[in-house]
């Protein structure tokens, strides 16, 4: 049974590390209804932008592009290779590396993939401006900020 009084604040509910896991479970979940269509997973999706904005790239440098190790990020171009999306190549030049491209209908989900954040950002309720401004917040606290 829960004593709390119901207008105080748990220690948990304080936590920044709590809001942003709530926010970061939210902003999954409300990506699947337009992803599912595509047929792509959260990560897929954001691999196959990091693609579209650059392809090819090398499995290093898509995993670099979005945080990822190559043993996460390889196992999933192989499932993306699986659906026809990507071709995975070794790089003439370096055949240590290989290469991640998309295929033809890779690059036929181009509108699809890039007009999904448009629609989270409408579900959420945000202007672009707040958008904008809450991106930057975030990736300040995760380092990535550029100045």
């Excluded at 954040?117 to 809450?134: P, V």
């Amino acid at each position: 049974m829960n004593d709390r009084p119901s207008n105080t604040r748990g220690e948990v509910d304080k936590q920044l590390s709590f809001a942003l896991y709530g926010a970061a479970t939210r902003m999954a979940r409300m990506h699947k209804p337009f992803l599912e269509p595509l047929g792509l997973t959260f990560p897929q999706y954001l691999a196959m932008l990091e693609l579209l904005d650059g392809a090819p790239l090398s499995v290093g440098a898509l995993g670099a592009g979005l945080g990822m190790d190559t043993g996460t990020i390889t196992p999933m171009v192989k499932r993306l290779q699986a659906s026809g999306l990507v071709t995975r190549t070794r790089d003439t030049a370096d055949e240590r590396r290989v290469l991640v491209d998309l295929t033809p209908e890779g690059r036929a989900l181009d509108a699809d993939i890039r007009g999904v954040a448009g629609k989270i950002t409408s579900a959420c309720r945000l202007t672009d401006a707040d958008a904008d401004e809450l991106r930057r917040a975030l990736e300040t606290l995760a380092g990535g900020a550029t100045g």
